[in-house]
């Protein structure tokens, strides 16, 4: 028997354009344009076509970006909001905590909304009396229930609506992201409700950012994508195509977001990409090093940035220059978004007009505060430069990149073994890591866990 069944459901809201939101009716029968003024001129479809059940004491996940329907679908199922098309049908009695503060008075005291709620749920005075300091309770507030409610702050608010809620002893609760304003304690509590909700056979409906609490809790779950159903069924799966998705959009978010940085750089400083925005200090129109003259060289060399200091950019004398860089994943494609852990190879192209016996090759890999991370080059590796001459491709191989969750910057250099720059690029890519597990700092060394005695855990802890 399905608790809720959600068919073919379409729901469409009405935009209106700018200059006609403050139109009233009196001043559109006045103009004689009433149904021009009054019509929305587009519409948005926040639910397209979406059909779904949730078998009677499943725990049912909805995951997707911000805007993808989730919340909609959630006050169309709670009978807040109508369908446009469709039909939607729930069994028992249902408790829904969607909005932080819904359905609370904020002038009056606790104490009265938690009467006020729970008859609103459908349960007696009697009922809620019995029930009042078992509500309370949950709720942590004992010193506050008879102080008004505007003066709550929003964990407050999350706790009260959420023990109302719960203590109705509803057939199917419905929950929003509001969960996410609780503390560690009481989100523990929370899990625990769930579970017991579980137990008892209860239908929970659950729409989180959450995919570690969809994959723990949830029996089915179901990604929404710009108001469609992307993929529904096992948690893991549907969860798995959901961060895949995430991925792609951030692989074509940091591709284009670099690049503009190109671009900028490349503009801001012209085709010769001389230092002196960089090193305000350097001779401002530097010509390339194969035609500078003994002093102005010495200049360069002294002016040189540190590529742990200097801004982004790009600059040198292009004797040498890069003219590729790309980051590749173990499908040996292109990509701006890799695991904690994977192999990953840095590929530069490389090419020199006229033969240079004088080069080093550098890496930098820096965190979004411009901590070095990691930094090499072929000298420091005592390999020794012998010819770089027209066009060619270093690798370099990472086999494990074993940094923690974030967002990190790659440099990229060519200049002689006194520091002379050839060609620096400065901040110019990004790349973002990812991990399951939430790591403190930058770097993630390989290692695991022991306990022997006394000192015993309910589950092993081994991270690769």
């Avoid at 503390?183 to 409906?205: G, P, S, Y």
């Avoid at 940085?261 to 390339?288: F, I």
């Avoid at 991990?435 to 695991?448: E, L, M, V």
């Amino acid at each position: 028997m399905n608790a809720i069944e959600v068919i073919d459901v379409t729901k469409t809201y009405r935009k209106y354009a700018r200059r006609k939101q403050f139109a009233t009716i009196k001043s559109a029968i006045l103009s004689g344009t009433l149904v021009n003024d009054l019509n929305p001129d587009e519409t948005f479809q926040a639910l397209k076509s979406v059909s779904f059940a949730v078998p009677q004491g499943c725990t049912f996940g909805i995951v997707g970006r911000n805007g993808s329907g989730k919340s909609t679908a959630l006050k169309v199922v709670a009978g807040i909001t109508k369908p446009t098309t469709g039909t939607v049908a729930v069994e028992g009695r249902i408790s829904a905590l969607i909005e932080l503060g819904a359905g609370f008075h904020p002038e009056i005291s606790g104490r009265e909304n938690v009467f006020i709620n729970g008859i609103m749920l459908g349960l007696s005075k009697r009922e809620i009396t019995r029930r009042f300091d078992e509500i309370v309770e949950f709720a942590e507030l004992e010193d506050f229930i008879d102080a008004p409610v505007k003066t709550y702050s929003s964990g407050m608010y999350m706790r009260l609506g959420f023990a109302v809620a719960i203590h109705v002893d509803p057939d199917v609760l419905l929950i929003d992201e509001v969960l996410a304003v609780g503390d560690e304690a009481f989100t523990h509590k929370c899990l625990d409700k769930f579970a017991e909700f579980r137990r008892r056979n209860k239908t929970v409906l659950l729409v989180t950012h959450s995919l570690n609490l969809v994959e723990r809790f949830c029996d089915e779950a179901l990604w929404l994508n710009e108001g469609r159903a992307r993929a529904m069924g096992d948690p893991r799966r549907v969860v798995s195509a959901y961060i895949t998705d995430v991925e792609k959009q951030e692989e074509r978010h940091m591709a284009s977001a670099d690049a503009k940085a190109k671009a900028a750089v490349e503009q801001r400083d012209g085709s010769t990409a001389s230092v002196s925005e960089l090193a305000p200090s350097a001779a401002a129109s530097s010509p390339p090093a194969s035609r500078l003259s003994p002093a102005a060289e010495a200049e360069a060399r002294e002016a040189a940035p540190d590529m742990f200091q200097a801004a982004e950019g790009r600059w040198g004398s292009r004797e040498g220059e890069i003219t590729a860089v790309e980051l590749i994943g173990e499908d040996g494609q292109p990509a701006h978004v890799f695991y904690s852990g994977e192999r990953v190879q840095i590929r530069l192209g490389l090419k020199a007009a006229t033969p240079v016996t004088d080069f080093v090759v550098g890496i930098g890999i820096f965190n979004v505060d411009g901590v070095c991370a990691f930094g090499t080059n072929t000298n420091i590796e005592e390999l020794k430069a012998d010819r770089l001459e027209g066009e060619g491709r270093v690798t370099f191989t990472v086999d494990a990149l074993d940094l923690v969750a974030g967002t990190y910057k790659l440099d990229v250099a060519l200049h002689k073994l006194d520091g002379y720059p050839y060609d620096y690029h400065r901040l110019l890519y990004s790349f973002r890591v990812k991990s399951r597990t939430q790591d403190a700092g930058i770097y993630r060394p390989r290692h695991s866990w022991a306990f022997d005695g006394g000192v015993t855990f309910k589950e092993r802890v081994s991270t690769p």
